[in-house]
């Protein structure tokens, strides 16, 4: 029921935005994430955006299982 | 970067489980509290994949399963009410209740819609401006905002036909609650990644603060499942419980701060009945008194049957951890997908669906 899944931001209006997943663009609103920016991903659940990608942190994250895979 | 496949590298992800089998050494057992985490443990293969000395748990965090019959009673009452059209994502359509299901109340003719959003609940109330429109409102921390969201946009255009009845459920108290009961032996917790987005990594502190029990905060790709786990087996290990976040792209410390809000803004925790466990204290939300011409339980009166549970169904003991599907003499026998007894069976994150699902017959 906590079902969220990345998506990219095409175009804001407003509240309104369309948000592409695997080719797909969606409806959503962006109430909850004022901060948003065309170009940024973020996180979709029941058609509300609920958090913007971290993408510094996503690079970080990736860094750090590359380090513990290379021990 | 598109924020999925990186999660799913199997090389990193043989690496990572080559770790957590050279660390772990005694006995850990770790609970998922979210009944999506359960799912992508099991469809990944994770169980089989860790070390015989991890013990993966599965947790309440299915806000469907969760949900008590005399509130799923609520909804079939309020769906035989004249010209209501009842909203719900499509996740409690076929949930047993007492006496009936929403599915079975639809196919007797009842105007029963499942919806992808409040904005869909929000168009129909709006194409329907003569018909009560409620949305049944199930969910945890991460969907209550969306739900709040709803009833702003509501006011603002000043609807009369949109209702919300409100069974969200708040996840602290119940991990809390199952601590205290001290029923069975959690050494570590999985904690919920998308409730975290909203409420923020900060209100888990007290898992390694008061209670000495490991805890992280995970995603739902592979990777992100396996850094926590391998988190917690270090935290088990090194006898050093602290809280830490394997999701960090995702949940920040102080959590989405307009989420929580506009949550504060429309609710107001209340006591919240949870199949299994009962009556926790601050553990629901209602609406706000400014916002109860919203309030389905307020603005319509109905009173169902006294609720009932189905006999031998062991959900509520699953939902704590006590026992799992397999102990349940209704599992895979009386009680199926197709034929469903309790929600745990219903509900695509239940662990007993996940069980039938996944789980082969020779485990």
Known sequence: MCLAVPGLVKSISG?????????ITYRASVWLTPEVKVGDYVLLHTGYAISVIDKEEALETLKLLREIAAI | MRFIDEYHNAELGKRL??????????????MEFCGGHTVAIFKHGIRQLLPTTVEMLSGPGCPVCVTANEDLDKTIALSRLPDVIITTFGDLLRVPSSYSSLQQERAE???????????????????????????IGIGFE????TIAA?????????MKNYYILSLHKLTPPVIKALLDSGETIINGIVCPGHVSAIIGSNPWEFIPAEYNIACAVSGFEPLDILLCISMLIEQTESEQPKLEVAYRRIVRPEGNQQAIKLMEKVFEPCPAIWRGIGSLTNSGLKLKEEYQAFDASQVFNVSPEKSREPAGCLCGDILRGVKVPLDCKLFKTACTPEHPVGPCMVSSEGTCSAYYHYRGEDE
């Open chain 2, 109 to 135: 003719g009842n105007d029963i819609r499942i919806v992808y959003s409040t904005l869909e609940a929000l168009d129909i109330a709006r194409a329907n401006p003569e018909r009560p429109v409620i949305f």
């Open chain 1, 15 to 23: 509240h309104e935005a369309e948000v592409e997943i695997g080719g």
């Open chain 2, 150 to 158: 709803s009833i702003l946009q509501a006011e603002q255009e000043n």
């Open chain 2, 142 to 145: 991460t969907t209550a905002p």
């Open chain 2, 17 to 30: 489980i080559d770790k957590i089998h050279r660390n772990s050494t005694r006995q850990a057992r770790l």
